[in-house]
């Protein structure tokens, strides 16, 4: 799902650079995303998982994909319902490929934003029910990142994460046992989950 490197101008897309909504409005659909180096799509049954998770229908709901890469998770929450998604990509090659899979969709409910995540999150007002959160393996980006999305989320927001050791070791470096794993599972050398935070906990 993420770019976890430099894009190399030689790479070509070819049909590994593609990958198919699973369910929703725009169910079969392909999307296409960049060849950047290390750009990671989340495997189709992950997906599968974390949206019977997630209760199937994203119906109403506001969504935040913040290391959007491929934007399959964006994509597929917009298939499935959700009346916002706001995909936040850095990589140049990355975003302009996210901005041709909103125009081939029609994904009015998108909004796409070039920027790092870090700076979005210090500029945005908005409140989020999901949050879609996978950022580069072994950036030690995720700790962080669960600190500083708390306050973005709604009253029953949740966070989807992926990392590639067990998020129980992610979660120790978090203060005052915030953050808690409702749901997790394991593809490869994918660890993934399903994350709340403890409202007023102290």
């Known amino acids: 799902m993420t770019v976890h490197s430099k894009p190399s101008a030689s790479r070509k897309p070819n049909d590994a650079n593609r ?8 169910r079969s659909r392909l999307i296409e995303f960049s060849a950047a180096d290390g750009l990671r799509p ?5 997906r599968e998982t974390l ?13 935040l994909d913040l ?4 934007g399959a998770l964006g994509f597929e929450a917009a298939s499935r319902g959700a009346a916002a998604v706001v995909m936040v990509e850095s990589s140049r090659l990355a975003f302009q490929a996210l901005r041709t899979n909103k125009e081939n969709l029609l994904a009015t409910q998108c909004r796409l934003v070039q920027q790092d995540a870090a700076g979005f999150l210090a500029r945005n007002q908005e409140k989020f029910d999901v949050v879609f959160l996978d950022p580069p393996f072994g950036s030690g980006l995720l700790s962080v990142m669960l600190v500083d999305v708390e306050e973005h989320l709604s009253a029953q927001g949740v966070v989807y994460a992926e990392w590639g050791e067990p998020l129980e ?3 120790s470096m978090i203060p005052d046992g915030r953050c808690r ?14 994350l709340s935070f403890a ?4």
């Open 19 to 26: 990958v198919r909504i699973i369910g929703g409005e725009w």
């Open 42 to 46: 989340t495997a189709n049954r992950v």
């Open 51 to 63: 949206f019977n998770w997630l209760g199937q229908t994203l119906q109403g709901l506001r969504c």
């Open 67 to 70: 290391f959007a890469g491929s």
């Open 169 to 171: 070791h992610v979660l």
């Open 181 to 194: 794993l409702v749901k997790r599972g394991k593809a490869g050398a994918v660890h993934f989950g399903l």
């Open 199 to 202: 409202k007023g906990a102290t």
